[in-house]
């Protein structure tokens, strides 16, 4: 059976460079958002977010007729989800987002139809998006119901793609597809086949949870470790990127580079799914966690020193003192502002900070709420000229690329070593 027409729920980092690329491919795309400006910008052949090629991608595909989104669900052959699944209070798995796109799909479901669900969930997910499409539709057979004789295939393919890369991995990466039983993860394949050069790793849809979870919190927990030496090398009065550069001559020995934090919606976020479920058993990635969740603060306590020695060198008042963040984003060269520490840590000095406060962001035209009635948005020469404590956050390309021998006098905090 073709797909002649995929639904993407959620149009957003993931969903619409998703559906972008089908429509590429000739395949009719609908999207679905919840966002009325999404939806308005999506269909004007304009994108809401910044990634490379994605705008073009989507200009071409909407002139083509090929893509459209609307605010709700429409019948399709396949319908791809990708809602966010965020945490509430206590780090405790958020999946409202999921049960409502599942509760959307429901009235326009039809025999022969894939559901694939791409969102980051905790084991088991997939199985309670089976059972909600279920409830909603008893006329239905469902895989937990009828297994290979299922009137609607349900799979699991979790994304793992980079952002500011995610139009080239979106394709060349290979994918693992979890089905509720093998005619499922056939069906799911055959969909990515249609636009990935990877390969399709075939499990089953618990297994496929647990391994989005597994990378995320692998790579979690060895920038905590990384973090951690940044810690202890500040106690010891050791440079820790030179340290870590002498380190990595091991020939098995690979340390990452510590930062502000750890942020974005997959990183910060995947490893407390696992906690959530195994909180005697996850003690490791509990503390990776921590430790990754404790360094703006440590941060914050290097910017309040460095303000003390500036008042007692130059006999300023705390208000006359001009400080300046350099970077939101929660990775470099991106405008993705999702549980950033540098965006934890710009709002929270703009809070206790009695003088002037410069945001440099390339990547975004004005700040978010938390910071627009305290902060001011500028280049990056108005902040080297006018800021007399400089926080360097995130390592843009904008920044890296700045002579270091100007800003040697400076007072500096740099929490990615580009400025040593």
């Known amino acids: 059976m073709n797909f002649n027409t995929l639904s993407v729920i959620g149009l957003g980092y993931i969903g619409l460079p998703t559906a972008a690329v089908y429509a590429a491919r000739g395949i009719s795309v609908v999207g679905v958002d919840i966002n009325p400006h999404t939806i308005e910008t999506i269909n004007r052949g304009a994108v809401h977010i910044v990634e490379p090629d994605l705008e073009n991608i989507v200009q071409h595909a909407v002139s083509a007729g090929k893509l459209r989104a609307v605010g709700q669900p429409v019948a399709a052959d396949a319908f791809m989800i990708a809602v966010p699944t965020p945490f509430r209070d206590g780090y405790?798995?958020?999946?409202?987002?999921?049960?409502?796109?599942?509760?959307?799909?429901?009235?326009?479901?039809?025999?022969?139809?894939?559901?694939?669900?791409?969102?980051?969930?905790?084991?088991?997910t997939t199985e309670q998006m089976a059972d909600w499409l279920a409830q909603a539709r008893p006329d239905l057979r469902f895989p937990q119901q009828a297994g290979e004789a299922a009137d609607v295939m349900i799979a699991y393919c979790p994304e793992r793609v980079l952002p500011g890369k995610v139009m080239v991995e979106l394709i060349k990466n290979d994918r693992v597809i979890g089905g509720m039983t093998p005619s499922c993860s056939r069906r799911a394949c055959e969909l990515y086949n249609l636009i990935i050069e990877g390969e399709c790793v075939v499990t089953n849809a618990r297994t496929a949870e647990m391994c989005k979870l597994t990378e995320n919190s692998f790579r979690d927990v060895n920038i905590a470790f990384a973090n951690e030496l940044s810690l202890i090398c500040a106690e010891q009065q050791i440079n820790v990127w030179e340290?870590?550069?002498?380190?990595?001559?091991?020939?098995?020995?690979?340390?990452?580079?510590?930062?502000?934090?750890?942020?974005?919606?997959?990183?910060?976020?995947?490893?407390?799914?696992?906690?959530?479920?195994?909180?005697?058993?996850?003690?490791?990635?509990?503390?990776?966690?921590?430790?990754?969740?404790?360094?703006?603060?440590?941060?914050?306590?290097?910017?309040?020193?460095?303000?003390?020695?500036?008042?007692?060198?130059?006999?300023?008042?705390?208000?006359?003192?001009?400080?300046?963040?350099?970077?939101?984003?929660?990775?470099?060269?991106?405008?993705?502002?999702?549980?950033?520490?540098?965006?934890?840590?710009?709002?929270?000095?703009?809070?206790?900070?009695?003088?002037?406060?410069?945001?440099?962001?390339?990547?975004?035209?004005?700040?978010?709420?938390?910071?627009?009635?305290?902060?001011?948005l500028v280049t990056v020469q108005q902040a080297i000229d006018n800021a007399d404590i400089l926080v360097m956050l995130v390592d843009h390309a904008e920044f890296c690329g700045l002579d270091v021998g100007t800003l040697a006098s400076r007072r500096l905090i740099d929490t990615k070593g580009i400025w040593r």
């Open 243 to 376: 340290l870590i550069k002498l380190a990595n001559r091991h020939p098995r020995v690979n340390i990452l580079q510590p930062g502000p934090g750890v942020g974005g919606h997959c990183i910060a976020i995947d490893p407390w799914f696992i906690v959530a479920q195994n909180p005697q058993q996850a003690r490791l990635i509990r503390t990776a966690r921590e430790v990754n969740n404790s360094k703006p603060a440590w941060v914050i306590e290097q910017v309040k020193k460095m303000l003390a020695d500036c008042l007692t060198e130059t006999n300023q008042r705390p208000s006359e003192v001009t400080i300046a963040c350099f970077g939101l984003a929660f990775k470099p060269d991106i405008d993705d502002l999702r549980e950033s520490p540098a965006m934890t840590i710009a709002e929270q000095i703009a809070c206790w900070h009695q003088g002037a406060m410069m945001v440099v962001e390339p990547n975004i035209a004005t700040l978010p709420s938390g910071l627009k009635e305290r902060a001011e």
């Open 92 to 124: 405790q798995p958020d999946l409202s987002a999921v049960k409502a796109a599942a509760n959307a799909i429901a009235p326009v479901l039809k025999a022969g139809d894939l559901v694939v669900l791409e969102s980051t969930s905790p084991v088991g």
